[in-house]
Nanobody, 125 residues
Framework: QVQLVESGGGSVQAGGSLRLSCAASGRTLSSYAMGWFRQAPGKEREFVAA????????YYAESAKGRFIISREKAKNTVYLQMNDLKPEDTAVYYC??????????????????WGHGTQVTVSS
């Protein structure tokens, strides 16, 4: 098991930026894939971005391409989501997830077996 704690959420105006962090503890992440998901009010949780911890390959949802950047800092066992040019439709609770069964990135929510509690991001127009 790995414990995940998100931070960095908040309120920002449209066009602004936020950087979310996900600190992992409990196990090393060397053979994991990490992902960010989000859930807006009244909507299902959706994939945002993923990263292969070992090699750093990344994968983005279409809505995130060109605006969001996922990265990891091995020394701190932390994954980041840099979000730029934020829009009101980015408003959601953002969740960090770890896929421990295989280091392969995926957009499928049920392939991730460890989840954080989420951090709220609110973007006003």
């Amino acid at each position: 098991q790995v414990q995940l704690v998100e931070s960095g959420g908040g309120s920002v105006q449209a066009g602004g930026s936020l950087r979310l962090s996900c600190a992992a503890s409990g196990r090393t992440l060397s053979s994991y894939a990490m992902g960010w998901f989000r859930q807006a009010p009244g909507k299902e949780r959706e994939f945002v971005a993923a990263i292969a911890w070992s090699l750093g390959y990344t994968y983005y949802a279409e809505s995130a391409k060109g605006r969001f950047i996922i990265s990891r800092e091995k020394a701190k066992n932390t994954v980041y989501l840099q979000m730029n040019d934020l829009k009101p439709e980015d408003t959601a609770v953002y969740y960090c997830a770890a896929r421990t069964i295989a280091p392969i990135m995926t957009h499928l929510e049920n392939e991730y077996d460890n989840w954080g509690h989420g951090t709220q991001v609110t973007v006003s127009s």
